[in-house]
């Protein structure tokens, strides 16, 4: 598949070309530019950061609340589980199971069962409970603020 170039180097190639009156085709640049306004930057980059505004989400309203998310392309666009462990304590955990990648299902009485296989992972960690997983679920790191009710998860 052809590497293409990200929307600002795109972008400024084509002012370069413009201001300097090159020879470059201007279908060629124009083709560069095609799907900048459908590339969004925030929050669908890796290694982003997601700001989620808790008191939007019924199923974290309560400790032990558990709900299924996808942020854009983080976790390669694959959801993660955002479970609440305390008043102000939340975890963030990838839903894809290190077995073979299935989707895991929402935690119930403190463990996250993946159906295909039968693993278990436990919520308040994402560690192995039962395989034939034997990673545990990815981890993301995230600090809840109170004083906003905010959760900001770092991918
Ligand atoms: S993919 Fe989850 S147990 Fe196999």
């Avoid at 989400?57 to 305390?86: C, D, M, W, Y």
Wanted: glycine residues 10%.
């Amino acid at each position: 598949m052809e590497k293409r170039p990200s929307c600002e180097r795109r972008e400024f190639l084509f002012k370069a070309a413009s201001l300097l009156g090159a020879g470059i085709c201007l279908p060629l640049v124009l083709n560069w530019l095609q799907g900048c306004a459908s590339e969004t930057k925030q929050p669908t980059e890796p290694g982003g950061t997601v700001e989620l505004d808790i008191s939007t989400v019924p199923e974290l309203q309560q400790v032990g609340g558990a709900v299924k998310r996808t942020f854009g392309n983080h976790n390669s666009g694959k959801p993660v589980l955002i479970i609440r462990l305390s008043e102000t304590q939340f975890i963030v955990l990838s839903a894809v199971c290190t077995h073979e990648g299935c989707t895991v299902d929402l935690p119930e009485g403190g463990v996250i069962p993946c159906r295909c296989h039968g693993a278990r992972f436990a919520a308040d960690s994402g560690n192995v409970l039962q395989g034939p997983a034997r990673n545990p679920l990815r981890r993301f790191s995230s600090e809840y603020d109170p004083s906003r009710n905010v959760l900001r998860i770092t991918f």
